[in-house]
């Protein structure tokens, strides 16, 4: 059999995130197998235009688009133009995501609202625009980045809203990957462990990192590239029999 079946030549993807850390390493490994590539971010996202310069300059093909993950009508746009200058949308990566955290007797309702809000409706907002255009032609594969902290729980961090919302990702991808498991869209979630982008490298998480490093089997953080062959993976034709996976991606975290 050939390697070929892992490449995404002639395919259109939409990237949520794709301005910073995950999402923006996501969209350039996407592009790196061939396919072409919409990168959504907020609208003051400088990193978006950095993306698509990145990929623009390896020779791929992209676009940006700015718009928020909590509005339909955003995502709606975005796939639009994403079909009608790339062409028609065949794979989808859902990494926008936020993390705060705080002790949850005290938690302000707006506090856990905005965290669902983004990381679970946010996630089900994307799905659903993405697969408005893939089911009416039976051809799609989309990821959603949930995280370790949705079967696990994070020791030390005071998190239970992000940790609630990524559990939900998770059984939100497993519910659409049967919804969809006949229309010829597969669903599925890849889930971190501790990985060095903004949301975990800034210097006053720098003691906290330590301790992520030392708690993870392996002995240290991913990077943003080792995230790359898991996406590049499960949305290529490599994985025409996965749907409703959740790919844990932790240097081992959950076993201990
Ligand atoms: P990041 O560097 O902060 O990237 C997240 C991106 O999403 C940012 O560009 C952010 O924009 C954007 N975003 C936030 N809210 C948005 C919204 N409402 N609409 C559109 N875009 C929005 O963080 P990351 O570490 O790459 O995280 C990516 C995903 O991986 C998240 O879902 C996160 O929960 C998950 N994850 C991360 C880790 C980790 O250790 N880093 C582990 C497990 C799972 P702004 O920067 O402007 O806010």
Same mark, same amino acid.
């Given at each position: 059999?050939?390697?070929?079946?892992?490449?995404?030549?002639?395919?259109?993807?939409?990237? +949520?995130?794709?301005?910073?850390?995950?999402?923006?390493?996501? *969209?350039?490994?996407?592009? @790196?197998?061939? *396919?072409?590539?919409?990168?959504?971010?907020?609208?003051?996202?400088? /990193?978006?235009?950095?993306?698509?310069?990145?990929?623009?300059?390896?020779?791929?093909?992209?676009?940006?688009?700015?718009?928020?993950?909590?509005?339909? @009508?955003?995502?709606?746009?975005?796939?639009?133009?994403?079909?009608?200058?790339?062409?028609?949308?065949?794979?989808?990566?859902?990494?926008?995501?936020? *993390?705060?955290?705080?002790?949850?007797? =005290?938690? #302000?309702? @707006?506090?856990?609202?905005? =965290?669902?809000?983004?990381?679970? +409706?946010?996630?089900?907002?994307?799905?659903?625009?993405?697969?408005?255009?893939?089911?009416?032609?039976?051809?799609?594969?989309?990821?959603?980045?949930?995280?370790?902290?949705?079967?696990?729980?994070?020791?030390?961090?005071?998190?239970?809203?992000?940790?609630?919302?990524?559990?939900?990702?998770?059984?939100?991808?497993?519910?659409?990957? =049967?919804?969809?498991?006949?229309?010829?869209?597969?669903?599925?979630?890849?889930?971190? /462990?501790? +990985?060095?982008?903004? =949301?975990?490298?800034? #210097? @006053?998480?720098?003691?906290?990192?330590?301790?992520?490093?030392?708690? +993870?089997?392996?002995?240290?953080? *991913?990077?943003?590239?080792?995230?790359? /062959?898991?996406?590049?993976?499960?949305?290529?034709?490599?994985?025409?029999?996965?749907?409703?996976?959740?790919?844990?991606?932790?240097? /081992?975290?959950?076993?201990?």
């Amino acid at each position: 059999m050939s390697l070929d079946i892992f490449r995404l030549d002639g395919q259109v993807a939409l990237v +949520t995130g794709a301005g910073s850390g995950i999402g923006q390493r996501l *969209a350039l490994g996407l592009a @790196e197998a061939g *396919a072409a590539v919409g990168c959504f971010d907020l609208p003051h996202s400088s /990193g978006i235009a950095q993306t698509v310069r990145g990929i623009e300059a390896a020779g791929g093909r992209a676009l940006a688009a700015a718009g928020d993950v909590t509005c339909a @009508e955003d995502l709606a746009a975005a796939v639009a133009a994403v079909e009608a200058q790339l062409g028609p949308l065949s794979v989808a990566l859902n990494c926008a995501g936020i *993390a705060n955290a705080a002790p949850a007797e =005290m938690m #302000p309702r @707006e506090q856990w609202q905005r =965290m669902l809000d983004v990381n679970l +409706t946010g996630i089900f907002l994307s799905c659903q625009a993405e697969a408005a255009v893939m089911l009416p032609r039976k051809r799609g594969a989309i990821v959603n980045i949930a995280s370790m902290s949705g079967s696990i729980v994070n020791r030390g961090l005071l998190q239970a809203h992000y940790n609630s919302s990524k559990a939900a990702v998770i059984h939100l991808s497993k519910s659409l990957a =049967m919804e969809w498991c006949d229309r010829g869209v597969r669903v599925n979630a890849i889930s971190p /462990g501790y +990985t060095a982008t903004p =949301m975990n490298t800034r #210097p @006053e998480v720098a003691d906290q990192r330590k301790v992520f490093e030392a708690s +993870t089997p392996m002995g240290r953080m *991913a990077t943003v590239d080792e995230l790359v /062959g898991p996406a590049v993976f499960l949305v290529s034709a490599a994985a025409s029999f996965c749907t409703g996976v959740d790919l844990l991606v932790d240097g /081992g975290f959950v076993c201990w």
